[in-house]
């Protein structure tokens, strides 16, 4: 069931145009840590809430729209407002719908699945952007390489769980541009 959510996450951050470091972020925060923490975190709570208790793909779909608030609100100056999420919500799950107090209560679920733990720093999109403003400043070939390429490269190693979560951030991070680097000068 990941790769529907992840695609999910995707699209609707194309939907709600939210920058690049918002949506790996949010990304990071469900697809490599809330996601794999499920079966953990209802398996030792006899109490789970009811977004945890049977676990739903609607449900999944709103905990995809909390990571994209959170990592608004971290990245943000001015965080996107859950009226807006909630219409994105109410126009793309369809097999549920949620209230504006389920979005608050669901943004608490998530922070307790993640032991509230919602540091973003370590995340692949950041490494990304760093090696990339360096090897644009020292080799002119840096220049030539197209960052919404590698942006699409950066959504499939998401869209493939193996990999975004079996190598680190920073090894993630050189390899996408190196297949950029490749890509462009190809024959």
């Avoid at 509230?116 to 080799?139: D, P």
């Amino acid at each position: 069931m990941r790769l529907p959510l992840v695609e999910f996450l995707i699209q609707s951050t194309q939907e709600l145009d939210v920058g690049q470091i918002v949506k790996y972020a949010a990304l990071s925060l469900f697809a490599d840590r809330f996601y794999p923490s499920l079966s953990r975190s209802a398996q030792g709570n006899d109490k789970a809430n009811w977004l945890l208790q049977p676990v739903r793909e609607s449900n999944l779909q709103l905990f995809a729209l909390i990571s994209i608030w959170i990592s608004s609100k971290i990245h943000d100056s001015c965080p996107l407002p859950v009226k807006c999420l909630k219409f994105l919500g109410d126009t793309t799950i369809k097999e549920q719908h949620f209230t504006t107090r389920d979005f608050l209560e669901a943004e608490v679920v998530f922070l307790q699945v993640l032991d509230f733990e919602i540091g973003t720093a370590n995340n692949a999109f950041v490494f990304f952007e760093e090696l990339y403003i360096q090897f644009k400043g020292i080799a002119k070939v840096g220049e030539l390489l197209n960052f919404e390429a590698c942006m699409d490269i950066m959504d499939l190693v998401y869209e493939k769980e193996e990999t975004s979560l079996l190598h680190s951030s920073r090894s993630l991070a050189a390899s996408i541009l190196a297949c950029c680097f490749i890509r462009h000068y190809s024959p």
